[in-house]
């Protein structure tokens, strides 16, 4: 595909179970960053990947969030025991390289709601 | 830690009108500046970037301007339309390693025919 995809779309889960978010960067962009929208507030910064490493994950809220990254495209965001402060959307970003031209594009989302 | 405050939260303008909408952000530590358009429901489309050396950059009937050391950017749009109704979001990244991204809650651009 020419841009970012995220799947699933929509997730509706229950409270207390566990999620899992895939984002599929653009082909041969080695940096992708995870964000959380809130409704009516801008993105919010999560994790950030350089490669398979993660370089910043102090946007994390807590450790029942987490992500990987292991072969340094396809990257899945983890949420064990949702809440319900976690619906949100959930938004994934990548860019060539990070530093030199860092611009960023974006998938549509996940809508993750917990009930 | 970067803060970003766009102002206004929310414009109503007749089509044709030009306008400008404000950024301003803490750190000026920058690498560059990104202005992102949302449209309800979707994911974000990049519209602008504004590297840290630049004053500005032009894109059709978009201009966008960055002033890094007084931490303040606008976009100008000319002749609007109602198809520009969107939430506009102002990204300054930080100028480290990580390159972190802080977004702005956004303007909410309602152009009406």
């Known amino acids: 595909g020419a841009g970012v995809s995220q799947t699933p779309s929509n997730k509706v889960t229950e409270k207390g179970k566990y999620v899992e978010l895939r984002c599929d960067p653009i082909?041969?962009?080695?940096?992708l960053y995870w964000y959380r929208q809130s409704l009516g507030q801008g993105p919010e910064f999560l994790i950030y990947?350089?490669?398979?490493?993660?370089?910043?994950d102090s946007g994390l809220p807590n450790d029942r969030f987490f992500a990987v990254r292991p072969e340094g495209s396809v990257s899945t965001l983890k949420i064990q025991r949702t809440e319900r402060g976690d619906s949100a959307v959930y938004l994934c970003a990548s860019s060539l390289r990070q530093g030199v031209m860092n611009e960023q594009f974006f998938g549509p989302g996940t809508r993750l709601t917990v009930l | 830690k970067q803060e970003v405050t766009q102002i206004p939260a929310a414009l109503s303008v007749p089509e044709g009108e030009n306008l400008v909408l404000n950024c301003s952000f803490t750190?000026?530590?920058?690498?560059?500046l990104q202005w992102f358009r949302q449209d309800p429901g979707k994911g974000l489309t990049s519209l602008l970037l504004?590297?840290?050396?630049?004053r500005e950059q032009t894109s059709g009937r978009l201009n966008a301007s960055l002033d890094k050391s007084s931490g303040r950017s606008t976009l100008y749009i000319a002749a609007s339309q109602p198809g520009d109704s969107a939430t506009y979001l102002c990204v300054p990244t930080e100028d480290t390693n990580a390159g972190k991204s802080t977004f702005g809650d956004g303007t909410t651009l309602t152009v009406k025919p």
């Open positions: 504004i590297q840290s050396s630049q």
């Open positions: 750190d000026s530590a920058i690498y560059n």
């Open positions: 990947f350089q490669g398979t490493g993660a370089a910043d």
């Open positions: 082909s041969g962009h080695t940096a």
